[in-house]
């Protein structure tokens, strides 16, 4: 069965209605169990778990710590192209808006992954509008190859392939994919991707279990925060990780937490969601979901970042542009969104040790399950059971 079979067998009013009527001593009773389950993690979304924030931050915190000691995983993003196809209301890559946009050649690739390797960065994430005709597979594929050696971990944040071409680039050296499902409401969707390949809610959907499917390491998952209420996007979001989770064990599930900001185009989020709910959202799903990657990026300011750090993360991004080319020649095309957190990566990483966290710029090499290694290791097991073991990178 797949997952979206899965979600529309679920009584997703009664769980939002569970998440929004809660009361203190359901809240109380869900903290009070020795381990989350779905039912208590529903209490842990309610208003009413809002006054508990700070006994589920020091829980959320205890877990994060045994499951991932004090490591933060810092990677960088590598926009590639925003030329795109689709007319998402809330993204400045709507094919609709005028703005310069560039797809960069592998030269000027490697001359961003260079400027970023030579800042430590050993982590990779690769991201582009919804262009085949522009960034194909092939290119994907080609410039993956080209990167590999420099970067142990690359990732991928594009438009969503089919299994065999995300097998393609599984073998050519990605290890990890992250694809928002920016709402989960279906009626919403449609009404925020008015045309383009993205308008298809289940195609998109999909997309993380065929990337997992193909042998991705590390698959990342989100919602938008702000286009839909974040309690119900919450639900479904823990309900697609949990899926994830059971269906494809040997994978590495990741959580985002992408706030709306400000972009080309104008659009307002008609839900907006303060801090004190963010903290809420990740603090209730680090204890529903233990083993599970909690990632924020730059879109978030410095103070917030470092304190949710303390807390739950294990994988920050740092120094961005979101902009094709924008490390060497900024201000050359259009970035996706405004970074709010514009700390170069030292400075970051500074403050994270002095914060008593451990800033990790590589816990990932493709050697780790290489035949090689596992031929000599004692108690050899096949390279996809080993996955299970790697670290979250």
Same mark, same amino acid.
């Given at each position: 069965?797949?997952?979206?079979a899965?979600l529309?067998r679920?009584?997703?009013?009664?769980?939002?209605?569970?998440?929004?009527?809660?009361?203190?001593?359901?809240?109380e009773?869900a903290?009070?169990r020795p381990?989350?389950d779905?039912?208590?993690? %529903?209490?842990?979304?309610?208003?009413?778990?809002?006054?508990?924030?700070e006994p589920?931050?020091? !829980?959320?915190q205890?877990?994060?710590? +045994?499951?991932f000691?004090?490591?933060?995983?810092?990677?960088?993003?590598?926009?590639?192209?925003?030329?795109?196809?689709?007319?998402?209301?809330?993204?400045?890559?709507?094919?609709?808006?005028?703005?310069? !946009?560039?797809?960069?050649?592998?030269d000027?690739?490697?001359?961003e992954?260079?400027i970023l390797?030579?800042?430590?960065?050993?982590?990779?994430?690769?991201?582009?509008?919804?262009?085949p005709?522009?960034?194909?597979? /092939?290119?994907?594929?080609?410039?993956?190859?080209r990167?590999?050696?420099?970067?142990?971990?690359?990732?991928?944040?594009?438009? #969503?392939?089919?299994?065999?071409?995300?097998?393609?680039?599984?073998?050519a050296?990605?290890?990890? %994919?992250? %694809?928002?499902?920016?709402?989960?409401?279906?009626?919403l969707?449609?009404?925020?991707?008015?045309?383009?390949?993205?308008?298809?809610?289940g195609?998109r959907?999909?997309? #993380?279990?065929?990337?997992?499917a193909?042998?991705m390491?590390? +698959?990342?998952i989100g919602?938008?925060?702000g286009?839909?209420?974040?309690?119900?996007?919450?639900? /479904?979001?823990?309900?697609?990780?949990?899926?994830l989770?059971?269906?494809?064990?040997?994978?590495?599930?990741?959580?985002?937490?992408?706030?709306l900001r400000?972009?080309?185009?104008g659009?307002v989020?008609?839900?907006?969601?303060?801090?004190?709910?963010?903290?809420?959202?990740?603090?209730?799903?680090?204890?529903?979901?233990?083993?599970?990657?909690?990632?924020?990026?730059?879109?978030?300011?410095?103070?917030?970042r470092d304190?949710?750090?303390?807390?739950? %993360?294990?994988?920050?991004?740092?120094?961005?542009?979101?902009e #094709?080319?924008?490390?060497?020649?900024?201000?050359e095309?259009?970035?996706?969104?405004?970074?709010?957190?514009? !700390?170069?990566?030292?400075?970051?990483?500074?403050?994270l040790?002095?914060l008593?966290?451990?800033?990790v710029?590589k816990?990932?090499?493709?050697?780790?399950?290489g035949?090689?290694?596992? /031929?000599?290791?004692p108690?050899?097991v096949?390279?996809?059971?080993? !996955?299970?073991e790697a670290?979250?990178?």
């Amino acid at each position: 069965m797949s997952f979206e079979a899965f979600l529309g067998r679920q009584p997703l009013a009664r769980y939002a209605q569970i998440a929004h009527s809660a009361t203190p001593r359901d809240v109380e009773s869900a903290l009070g169990r020795p381990t989350i389950d779905f039912d208590a993690f %529903l209490a842990l979304l309610s208003p009413a778990a809002a006054t508990y924030l700070e006994p589920m931050a020091r !829980r959320a915190q205890e877990i994060t710590r +045994v499951r991932f000691g004090r490591v933060i995983q810092m990677y960088a993003p590598l926009y590639v192209s925003n030329v795109c196809s689709n007319g998402c209301l809330y993204c400045g890559f709507n094919r609709s808006n005028a703005v310069r !946009r560039t797809t960069l050649r592998f030269d000027q690739a490697e001359g961003e992954a260079a400027i970023l390797h030579a800042r430590g960065f050993r982590s990779l994430l690769l991201v582009s509008g919804e262009a085949p005709q522009a960034v194909s597979v /092939a290119y994907f594929e080609a410039l993956v190859r080209r990167l590999h050696g420099l970067f142990p971990s690359l990732s991928l944040e594009i438009y #969503p392939l089919e299994t065999e071409e995300y097998a393609r680039l599984v073998e050519a050296g990605v290890d990890g %994919l992250t %694809l928002y499902q920016e709402t989960y409401d279906r009626a919403l969707y449609a009404r925020v991707h008015p045309f383009g390949r993205k308008a298809d809610y289940g195609w998109r959907l999909a997309g #993380p279990e065929r990337g997992a499917a193909a042998g991705m390491r590390r +698959v990342g998952i989100g919602a938008l925060l702000g286009l839909g209420p974040w309690r119900e996007e919450a639900v /479904a979001l823990a309900l697609h990780a949990l899926w994830l989770q059971q269906e494809h064990w040997q994978t590495q599930v990741c959580v985002s937490f992408p706030r709306l900001r400000r972009a080309t185009g104008g659009f307002v989020p008609p839900f907006p969601v303060d801090d004190p709910s963010l903290v809420q959202l990740a603090c209730a799903l680090r204890l529903l979901l233990p083993d599970a990657g909690l990632v924020l990026s730059t879109r978030e300011a410095p103070a917030f970042r470092d304190g949710l750090a303390q807390i739950c %993360l294990t994988h920050m991004s740092a120094g961005s542009c979101t902009e #094709p080319g924008g490390y060497a020649h900024p201000g050359e095309a259009e970035g996706q969104f405004s970074v709010e957190d514009a !700390r170069p990566a030292a400075e970051v990483a500074a403050r994270l040790l002095s914060l008593g966290l451990e800033p990790v710029w590589k816990d990932w090499d493709a050697a780790f399950v290489g035949e090689a290694f596992l /031929a000599g290791a004692p108690g050899a097991v096949p390279a996809s059971s080993a !996955r299970k073991e790697a670290p979250c990178g």
